[in-house]
């Protein structure tokens, strides 16, 4: 693929292994279900809904040279998505992602991203030497950048000019990972994406409201965050001020790549043009279609 990209998405490319129950869950609960892998990761997830509403995007990541990383390349590059970028390691496996879910929602998941972290700053060379962008002639143009790469990596990317003409939007991996996302507030670079729990952390404090926890990141650094808050009322703050919108009630069927979805969506309608108020209205819309089973359009 020669394109040139339309975004850039960096962070986890794996393999996700997703079991589903109808029923009510709780620990030690064995019930039947539904097991299922399929592609996934933060910012493979964030990638393909992209492809879906016409863009093209490019991955950066790390994926093994074995059999499960020849598969998951093939299958991206089958969606449409750009891996020429693709950081292939001969000695690091394939990351995966394994989650239950039961008709009360996410039950427990376990992030096995050992082989993204462990190959660090190499999956980011090609917006250093030249092939993408550099220092001196940095990537103009938007990147979606996932919380499972190292603190001590995006605290790099935080302050690297290498980054410095681009459109950042970020995401924590999950909750447990939300304080990676620090320094971009010292920084105040970027659009953060996160849940009331993730904001929560960040700051420090208990919010009752997505809009008091947008304020508050703004408060402490961000440049702009957009925090949502499950079937709840979400929010954007930014310099230009805050909005809010809630997202239509449907039937949920599944959890995990729901808050991916958004933000693509999200991202998407303002490259299409939209207002602020449009595009979080469009993003809340395409997590709910996402969330009740169907595809977001």
Known sequence: MTDRPDILCIGSVLWDVIGRATLHMQRGS??????????GGVALNIAMTLARFGLKPALLSAVGR????DELISDCRGLGLNTDFVYRSDDLPTDRYMAVEGSNGLIAAIADAHSLEAAGSKILHPLTDGTLGSADAPFEGPIALDGNLTESLLSEIAEHPGFS????RIAP????????LAPFLRAGRGTLYVNLEEAGLLCQARFASATDAAQALLDRG???A????????CADASATGLI??????????RITGAGDTFMAAH??????GATAEAALERALTAAAAYVSGDMPT
């Open 244 to 253: 809010h919108a809630c997202p239509p009630k449907v039937l949920v069927t």
């Open 165 to 168: 003409a681009a459109d950042l």
């Open 173 to 180: 991996a999950s909750p447990g990972k939300a304080l990676r």
């Open 30 to 39: 064995d019930v039947p279900g539904r097991i299922t892998r399929l592609p």
């Open 66 to 69: 074995d059999s499960e990383g």
């Open 226 to 233: 957009v925090v949502t808050n499950g079937g709840e009322t």
């Open 222 to 224: 961000a440049a702009r």
């Open 267 to 272: 991202i998407a309608a303002e490259r299409d």
